[in-house]
């Protein structure tokens, strides 16, 4: 940048003011020493003192506000710098929180992941035993009804043999008595034709009677034999009748019995059958309702201890936000007291000139210079 010229007055006196700045600022340097000339004449000791003075007095005042603005803004740079020192450092511990609870939510993922696991064993193993048992069931209820079927055919053959045997026992005494019959009315016919010729010709009247006698008695045999065959036919055939009912009955009785046996086992494995199924049920849910709550309460856990983390790191870093703040405040309060002390000590100084005190003034060759 070229050098610029910029017209100004100071104390009332014009001066031209050369510089490699814009025209703004070399007239905004020279409005502040303007002002700070007017703010001294404005006081009654200043204007008793003389020229030389009253130069080193304004010269006294910018040193100060030069060395007080850059105190405070070394003092703004220390603090700034802290605070972004106090901001990395709770980045950082962000970042370790972030990585923490990356880890604790990969835990948390891999604890359900675990946990549908062993839930989805425990369905299998439950299935497994519910199919077990439940062969086992089948198996125990079939043995159970093919050892009654045979027992009910044992009784079937038995009583099967027992009315073949009474059947050909009756038939036998019924061919016996036919074959006695059967001699008798033999014998009587054999009888009767011996009669018959004893008597000869001369008693063919007699004969005659006698045959229709005899044939009227042989009739009378034969219906005599008959009755008595339908009667052992009938008595046979009521015997007979009765063992198969009997038979039928004690059948029907077994397979009754059978069935309420086989129904009571039927019965009785339901019920343990129903109990071993709650007893399991109840196992599973109890076993369910445990790594519910375990997995609940560990992700409870969790999240507590990480709430708890996020609620410390909260609370430091407000605390550290706080504590930069209060920190601040107290620097500006004390560069505000400084300045007003500073002052203080300056009115004294001022006091003490006009009362014709000594004062001393450094950096003069730094005066000469400007």
Same mark, same amino acid.
């Given at each position: 940048? +070229?050098?610029?010229?910029?017209?100004?007055?100071?104390d009332?006196?014009?001066?031209?003011i /050369?510089?490699?700045?814009?025209?703004?600022?070399?007239?905004?340097?020279?409005?502040?020493?303007?002002?700070?000339?007017?703010?001294?004449?404005?006081?009654?000791?200043?204007?008793?003192m003389?020229?030389?003075?009253?130069?080193?007095m304004?010269? !006294?005042?910018?040193?100060?506000?030069?060395?007080?603005?850059?105190k405070?803004y070394?003092?703004s740079?220390?603090?700034k710098?802290?605070?972004?020192?106090?901001?990395?450092?709770?980045?950082?511990k962000?970042?370790?929180n972030?990585?923490e609870?990356?880890?604790?939510?990969? #835990?948390?993922? +891999?604890?359900?992941?675990?946990?549908?696991?062993? %839930?989805?064993v425990?369905?299998?193993?439950?299935k497994?035993?519910? #199919?077990?048992?439940?062969v086992?069931?089948?198996?125990?209820?079939?043995?159970?009804e093919?050892?009654k079927?045979?027992?009910?055919?044992?009784?079937?053959?038995?009583? /099967?043999?027992?009315?073949? /045997?009474?059947?050909a026992?009756?038939?036998?005494?019924?061919?016996?008595v036919?074959?006695?019959?059967?001699?008798?009315?033999k014998?009587? #016919?054999?009888k009767?034709?011996?009669?018959?010729? /004893?008597?000869?010709?001369?008693?063919?009247?007699?004969?005659?009677?006698?045959?229709?006698a005899?044939?009227?008695?042989?009739?009378?045999?034969?219906?005599?034999?008959n009755?008595?065959?339908?009667?052992?036919?009938?008595?046979?055939?009521?015997? !007979?009748?009765?063992?198969?009912?009997?038979?039928?009955?004690?059948?029907k009785?077994?397979?009754?019995?059978?069935?309420?046996?086989?129904?009571? %086992?039927?019965?009785?494995?339901?019920?343990?059958?129903?109990?071993?199924?709650?007893?399991?049920? #109840?196992?599973?849910?109890?076993?369910?309702?445990?790594?519910?709550?375990?997995k609940?309460?560990?992700?409870?856990?969790l999240?507590?201890?990480?709430?708890?983390?996020?609620?410390?790191?909260?609370?430091?870093?407000?605390?550290? !936000?706080?504590?930069?703040?209060?920190?601040?405040?107290?620097?500006?309060?004390?560069l505000?007291?400084?300045?007003?002390?500073?002052i203080?000590?300056?009115?004294?100084?001022?006091?003490?000139?006009?009362?014709?005190?000594?004062?001393?003034i450094?950096?003069?060759?730094?005066?000469?210079k400007k």
């Open positions: 940048m +070229s050098a610029n010229e910029q017209k100004v007055y100071i009332g006196n014009k001066y031209v /050369t510089g490699a700045v814009s025209n703004e600022y070399l007239q905004k340097i020279a409005s502040y020493i303007d002002d700070k000339i007017n703010e001294f004449n404005s006081q009654k000791s200043f204007t008793k003389d020229k030389d003075m009253r130069s080193v304004v010269y !006294i005042n910018i040193a100060d506000d030069y060395f007080k603005t850059k405070k070394n003092d740079e220390s603090a710098k802290k605070l972004q020192d106090d901001f990395f450092d709770l980045k950082k962000n970042a370790a972030e990585e609870l990356d880890k604790v939510n990969k #835990e948390l993922i +891999s604890l359900k992941a675990k946990s549908s696991a062993e %839930i989805e425990l369905k299998s193993n439950s497994k035993e519910f #199919e077990n048992f439940k086992e069931q089948d198996t125990k209820i079939k043995e159970v093919i050892k079927n045979a027992e009910i055919n044992v009784l079937k053959e038995k009583y /099967t043999s027992e009315i073949n /045997t009474l059947k026992s009756k038939e036998a005494e019924l061919k016996l036919q074959a006695e019959n059967l001699k008798n009315i014998a009587l #016919e054999d009767n034709v011996k009669d018959l010729k /004893t008597l000869g010709d001369k008693k063919n009247l007699e004969i005659e009677e006698v045959k229709k005899q044939k009227v008695e042989i009739e009378k045999v034969k219906a005599e034999f009755a008595k065959l339908e009667k052992y036919k009938a008595t046979g055939n009521q015997q !007979i009748a009765g063992i198969r009912a009997d038979k039928d009955k004690a059948v009785a077994a397979e009754e019995n059978v069935k309420k046996e086989v129904e009571d %086992i039927k019965k009785e494995l339901d019920k343990t059958h129903t109990a071993e199924i709650q007893s399991l049920k #109840e196992k599973y849910e109890k076993e369910m309702s445990n790594l519910k709550k375990d609940d309460d560990k992700i409870f856990n999240k507590k201890n990480k709430d708890d983390e996020l609620n410390k790191l909260k609370k430091e870093k407000d605390k550290a !936000i706080s504590d930069s703040k209060a920190l601040y405040a107290r620097e500006m309060e004390n505000r007291k400084e300045k007003d002390e500073e203080a000590a300056l009115k004294k100084q001022v006091e003490s000139l006009s009362s014709g005190k000594v004062v001393s450094r950096n003069k060759s730094d005066r000469g």
